[in-house]
């Protein structure tokens, strides 16, 4: 699933910007496979706007109100991935007086002769829920995020869209281009089979299954008004995960994991820690892969969930699908070591260690 490169212009008007291919095809360090030529396909701007759907915009006919560059937002890629019945997301930061964005597709000169028009209203500031692979859903405070949904009509391949943002005075962005390749299912056949969490390592830091991570301290205010400091209050214990990859591009898995936490109360009255039985839970997940042989990187849509925490159980649909796991895999014999990050007070980075 090559990644494509942007073609360079002259100038950046609305309507006149284009998206060429990149014929390098750099190793990926053991993981290299052959390019899915159904991805370099070139799709129609026209069948790609009218099969994408973003909830709240209002699609309008021609190209979007003319920009004045008197607001600024920043995007981290100009280039990246869709799934099939999925879609994709579109995460920038904007400015306090953000009030939308207009979104029109582009491909090789042919411009969509429509655009949509996402207010601010619309965007989506917090994740539905949280997984193994995505421990925090917290943002930044001027991040923003567009849920793009795609219908059945939009195959494998490539195309790209121009984006600009308006504020609630009016001023409207330069536009910026971004290139999209749609991923088909499966990919890497590497990584078919059923893998097992062995160990992880977190900043540096070594942890085997069911020993502690992710813990957090606390104050505990004495009966006698003494106060006490427990550095791990709250710890999170992944016990078990075990990963089933499918040739037919779906996916399985399930971690099992508990939490040991401190009573305050009897803590209060004992002026000492005292911690409550740790709860246990499972997390279920199922959906489809897909894998970027040019980088080399692996990704999970979720389609149903099951969370499990004591004995409340949930069980979920996500219509559209929902990016659980997007990261670097590397797959030598038996051995997978997947790598992703996830952000609290710090960066976490974690190196995911699995066996067949």
């Known amino acids: 699933m090559k990644k494509f490169k942007l073609l360079v212009l002259s100038s950046l008007l609305i309507g006149a910007i284009s998206c060429s291919s990149d014929d390098s095809s750099p190793s990926d360090e053991g993981n290299e496979v052959a390019i899915n030529q159904e991805e370099e396909t070139v799709l129609d701007p026209a069948n790609v706007s009218q099969g994408i759907t973003i909830e709240g915009a209002t699609r309008n006919t021609g190209n979007p109100p003319t920009p004045n560059g008197q607001v600024n937002f920043t995007l981290d890629n100009t280039a990246q991935s869709a799934f099939l019945n999925s879609g994709f997301d579109i995460t920038f930061n904007a400015p306090a007086n953000f009030a939308g964005t207009y979104i029109q597709i582009v ?110 301290s606390a104050t505990v205010t004495c009966t006698n008004n003494d106060e006490i400091v427990v550095e791990n209050a709250y710890c999170y214990l992944l016990d078990a995960f075990k990963l089933t990859i499918n040739s037919d591009g779906t996916y399985e898995y399930r971690s099992d994991d508990t939490e040991r936490y401190l009573d305050f109360q009897a803590s209060g009255e004992n002026c000492e820690a005292v911690f409550s039985e740790g709860g246990s839970g499972y997390y279920v997940s199922k959906g489809k892969w897909a894998y970027d042989e040019e980088e080399g990187r692996m990704t999970l849509v979720e389609f149903e969930y099951v969370e499990a925490s004591g004995d409340q159980v949930y069980e979920g649909t996500e219509e559209n699908g929902y990016v659980d796991f997007d990261g670097d895999v590397t797959v030598t014999g038996s051995d997978m070591v997947v790598k992703f990050s996830y952000e609290e007070d710090i960066v976490y980075n974690i190196e995911f260690f699995l066996s067949k």
């Open 107 to 216: 491909n090789n000169g042919d411009v969509a002769g429509d655009y949509l028009d996402v207010p601010s209203t619309a965007i989506r500031s917090t994740k539905k829920h949280t997984s193994v692979f995505s421990k925090s859903s917290k943002m930044d405070d001027n991040e923003v995020e567009i849920d793009v949904d795609f219908g059945d009509a939009i195959p494998p391949g490539k195309f790209c869209y121009i984006i600009c943002i308006y504020d609630q005075e009016g001023n409207i962005s330069d536009p910026v281009e971004v290139c999209v390749e749609v991923e088909a299912w499966a990919g890497n056949p590497a990584l078919v089979g059923t893998w097992n969490y062995t160990k992880q390592i977190e900043n540096g830091v070594t942890i085997l299954p069911g020993e502690e991570s992710d813990c957090a």
